[in-house]
């Protein structure tokens, strides 16, 4: 009788085991996912630093807003702005590489919207792409950038806008350094360098 009562004594205990050893194992798996995430949130609340990956979920979610709005009619931009000025940034115009003033500049500055002044990029986070356009690896604050799935030349880009104002920007691709890994691909044309204040 006793040879018969211990089997499902041992069945009893292999059951509870096993279902410890999926918890277990359940848990890990759910945690390493959580631990992803709040590293991430946790980047993102120390250097507020914009990632590929929050790129596409802004294409895919919408943009944050901006603090404020400048709107103005399409006679208005074509009044203040030049011809060229005016092709890049309200008709999403591309500058020729290695034309813009701004390619191999890098001394310590702040970059604003040609269009509205808002305070776009820092000297301290622009780099030498070897592109031909001024590149930065992020934005002043987040939501002065507006991105945009761009399928325009047969291409699957993401365009980067004003926030404020609609200027198009140029594009964003996820090949820059680290600790974004971004490159803010700028037309110089769209952007105007004021002293760092
Ligand atoms: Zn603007």
């Known amino acids: 009788m006793q040879h018969y009562a211990l089997k499902p004594g041992i069945i009893g205990m292999l059951f509870v085991i096993i279902v410890a050893v999926s918890l277990l194992l359940y848990r890990s798996f759910g945690g390493n996912t959580k ?7 946790l980047n993102q609340k120390k250097g507020n630093v914009m990632t ?21 009619t399409d006679a208005e931009w074509q009044k203040l702005l030049s011809a060229e000025d005016y ?3 309200r008709l999403k115009g591309t500058e020729s590489a290695f ?44 939501n002065v950038i ?6 325009s030349h047969g291409m699957v880009r993401v365009e980067v806008t004003c926030n404020v104002c609609d200027a198009h920007l140029g594009h964003v691709f996820p090949d820059g350094p680290a600790p974004s890994g971004l490159r803010y691909c700028i037309n110089s044309k769209s952007i105007t360098k004021i002293d760092n204040e």
Do not use: M
């Open 35 to 41: 631990t992803i995430e709040q590293a991430s949130l």
């Open 52 to 72: 590929w990956n929050e790129v596409l979920k802004i294409c895919r979610d919408g943009n944050p807003k901006a603090e404020k709005r400048v709107e103005k």
């Open 87 to 89: 092709r890049i940034t």
């Open 99 to 142: 034309s813009g003033e701004y390619c191999e500049r890098h001394e310590p500055g702040i970059y604003a919207c040609k269009c509205c002044n808002t305070r776009l990029f820092d000297s301290g986070q622009k780099f030498d792409s070897g592109t031909g356009w001024p590149s930065f690896t992020q934005a002043i604050t987040n």
């Open 146 to 151: 507006h991105y945009e799935q761009d399928n």
